[in-house]
């Protein structure tokens, strides 16, 4: 039975893209045993809220509710969890994969050329799927260069509800794309554009009411599961459920940081309705402070299934020294 003495939380700004912030915690229960999690982003109030975990008994994750810390702190505990009881996350979440087939997400590029390189780069790398960010002014030009150069590229598009209305994303249609992510920021829009294209169309929600809302408006015929948007692994997997109940093919992505976020995203993409490719190929090695490193070869993702929890050995040497702050209860 875990039982939480000892709450640490590193706050850390990390060596790539935009420098982002991300806080760790990690748990110690009594015997020693230790669990992290990961929140990628400002978390000022971690360190206030995590020590009521302290001297609590509890046999499951599942019934510590709304546990203390959001999403970092609910990570390290199903990682604790796990490690005491020496089951993957991927299997405590009841995911079945053994590997997964990735995608790249590329943002808008300088020109068409830089972009038709970097797609080159990852096809060379073994990926046979790729999702590029749009919006208006760069979406029909780069997709038509890009499925001209590799017709049979899997290609995704991502419109990060920069969209009003739906003539533009409907002639995307005609390149023979697998999905458009987040076109709007409203369902109803996504409906009628659902009604018009071939291609699944991939809405984002923040909890099971709002994706049930979504399969009633016929909003999509595809998730895009993001973990830290739901706050909990709990409800993570309870949306899984309500999408696959409603037929829904569920694309996951999301946990940049370093590292920890990302296995977590890789055990839930492990879950049997994760049928898309699934965004899991960041952070670089380089970045990361988990061993090994959470990464694709071939375009594959490995789901680490030997080992229990997150299936990762932090590197505390290397947190304790990047690590801007620190705290400890």
């Known amino acids: 039975m875990p039982r939480v003495r000892e709450v640490e939380v590193f706050r850390m700004t990390l060596p790539y893209g935009r420098r982002p912030e991300t806080t760790l915690v990690k748990l110690t229960d009594y015997g020693g045993m230790t669990g992290w999690g990961e929140v990628v982003g400002p978390a000022p109030h971690v360190e206030r809220s995590l020590p009521a975990l302290i001297g609590v008994d509890w046999e499951h994750p599942a019934e510590l ?79 038509r260069a890009v499925r001209a150069a590799y017709p049979g590229l899997a290609i995704a598009v991502d419109g990060r509800g920069a969209y009003a209305g739906i003539s533009q994303l409907e002639a995307l249609d005609a390149y023979g794309i697998v999905a458009i992510e987040r076109p709007f920021k409203d369902l109803l829009t996504s409906a009628d554009l659902q009604d018009r294209v071939a291609a699944a169309v991939a809405v984002e929600v923040g909890s099971v009411t709002e994706l049930d809302e979504a399969v009633g408006l016929n909003a999509g015929r595809a998730l895009l599961l993001r973990p830290a948007l739901l706050g909990s692994l709990g409800a993570v997997r309870l949306v899984h459920d309500h999408a696959v109940a409603a037929g829904w093919d569920i694309i996951c992505a999301g946990g940049h940081g370093a590292g920890l976020a990302r ?24 970045a990361q402070v988990v061993l090994p490193p959470v990464d694709a070869s071939g375009g594959v993702v490995a789901v680490p299934l030997t080992q229990p929890g997150l299936g990762h050995t932090v590197d505390e040497t290397r947190v304790r020294r990047l690590a801007r702050e620190s705290f400890r209860v």
Request: aromatic share 4%; proline share 8%.
């Open 65 to 143: 509710g709304q546990i203390p810390g959001g999403s970092a702190g609910d990570m390290a505990c199903w990682d604790l969890w796990g490690r005491m009881n020496g089951v993957p996350l991927a299997h405590a979440l009841g995911g079945s994969r053994t590997s997964l087939i990735g995608t790249v997400r590329l943002a808008a590029d300088r020109s068409v050329e830089s972009m038709i390189a970097r797609v080159n780069r990852h096809v060379c790398a073994g990926y046979g799927h790729v999702t590029l960010d749009i919006h208006p002014g760069w979406d029909v030009e780069p997709l």
């Open 263 to 286: 296995a977590a995203t890789v055990a839930v993409a492990s879950m049997p309705g994760c049928s898309m490719p699934s965004d899991v190929a960041e952070p670089p090695r380089s």
